[in-house]
């Protein structure tokens, strides 16, 4: 059967230069605490909970990353609420901006399979594929 309604346009998150500057420059150090204060400095910025979520989660320690990736994911989708998003689209990986939101989807779903949250680990890798394939895809080979 064929779905005759138009998909909603993508969600296109505005750019933070400064978050983005700030989050390159703690890339250089690579230290928990150096991604701690951007997330601290911007603390809607989804892509600095990505950052300490995949950290955490790299290094075992998995409440860390679940709690990264929820604060992450929920100011994002604060975020694509206030940029028209209605609760369903698409949400392009190609659009940087919008990287840092579904990183933390990624990461919640792979921190909530590791603490037995089935239903919710599938609930996030299913959601993060209904935003765009292509980022699951770019995560899961990363």
């Known amino acids: 059967m064929q779905n005759l309604l138009p998909e909603p346009p993508a969600t296109l998150l505005p750019a933070h230069e400064e978050a983005d500057a700030a989050l390159a420059t703690a890339a250089e150090k690579g230290t928990d605490e150096a991604y701690a204060e951007v997330a601290a400095r911007f603390p809607t910025h989804s892509a600095a909970w ?3 979520a995949t950290l955490a989660l790299d290094s075992g320690a998995v409440i860390a990353a679940y709690a990264y990736a929820r604060t992450g994911y929920h100011r994002g989708l604060d975020q694509l609420r206030r940029n028209g998003w209605k ?50 895809d770019a995560l899961a080979s990363a």
């Not at 392009?92 to 933390?104: E, I």
């Not at 919640?108 to 959601?127: K, M, Y």
Request: glycine fraction near 12%.
């Open 50 to 52: 990505a950052a300490l």
């Open 87 to 136: 609760g369903h689209g698409p949400v392009p990986w190609s659009h940087a901006p919008n990287q840092g939101f579904l990183r933390c989807l990624y990461v919640l779903s792979r921190a909530a399979g590791e603490i037995g949250e089935a239903d919710e680990a599938a609930r996030c890798a299913q959601f993060l594929r209904d935003c765009d394939p292509a980022a699951g």
